[in-house]
């Protein structure tokens, strides 16, 4: 039976998502570092965000609640957004918990008052560019030359945007 075998995988049953805190910095650190970017981010670093008035920080976890499984964070400005990292760990992945956080995050923004969501991608992230538009974002512009390279190159990052409500 196929929900009985999703269910056995699982303990705890399926996985939950909810806010972040500053308790969750180191964890957040760690998946970070699985995120493939050229800059890495601190547990203090993560923990200065996630007590920021203005950032928005959502998580996923196992069932039983024990586990961080990825997180996305956001930073407001007036009516808008822009998110500063989504990450799921690597284990984790392809198994619609990216889908499922972002749609909680994009909830926890529209009852913020938030309006549009906009995202930095490089342009070369074909699973981060194909989650964005099964969400509905569209490219709304280009940068050049944004992202450094591990070979020295620098990619070009898409801009994306999400009117939310
Ligand atoms: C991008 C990322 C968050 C996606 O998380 P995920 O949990 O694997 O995504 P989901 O399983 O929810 O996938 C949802 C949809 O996105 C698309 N997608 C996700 N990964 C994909 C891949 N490797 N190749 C092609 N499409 C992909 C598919 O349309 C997928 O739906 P499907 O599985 O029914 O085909 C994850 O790959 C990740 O953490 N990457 C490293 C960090 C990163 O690049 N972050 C974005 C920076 S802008």
Redesign the pocket.
């Known amino acids: 039976m196929d929900w009985l075998d999703a269910l056995l995988r699982r303990p705890g049953g399926p996985p939950r998502t909810g806010p972040l805190d500053a308790s969750h910095a180191a964890a957040v650190a760690a998946l970070h570092h699985?995120?493939?970017?050229a800059r890495l981010w601190d547990p203090a670093e993560c923990a200065g965000l996630l007590v920021e008035r203005a950032v928005v920080a959502d998580g996923v976890f196992s069932g039983d609640g024990t586990a961080l499984k990825?997180f996305v964070m956001s930073r407001l400005a007036a009516d808008e957004a822009e998110?500063l990292?989504?990450?799921?760990a690597?284990q984790?992945?392809?198994?619609?918990?990216?889908?499922?956080?972002m749609r909680a995050h994009l909830d926890q923004l529209a009852r913020r008052g938030i309006a549009r969501l906009f995202?930095?991608?490089?342009e070369g992230?074909?699973?981060?560019i194909?989650?964005y538009r099964?969400l509905g974002f569209g490219e709304v512009g280009r940068r050049e030359g944004y992202y450094p390279k591990a070979d020295g190159s620098r990619a070009a990052a898409l801009v994306m945007r999400r009117d939310i409500g």
Not at 34 to 37: D, L, P, T
Not at 85 to 88: A, G, H, N, R, T
Request: net charge positive; glycine share 18%; no cysteine.
């Open positions: 699985q995120g493939g970017f990825g998110v990292s989504v990450v799921i690597r984790a992945r392809r198994n619609g918990l990216g889908a499922g956080l995202l930095e991608v490089d992230n074909t699973a981060a194909a989650l099964r």
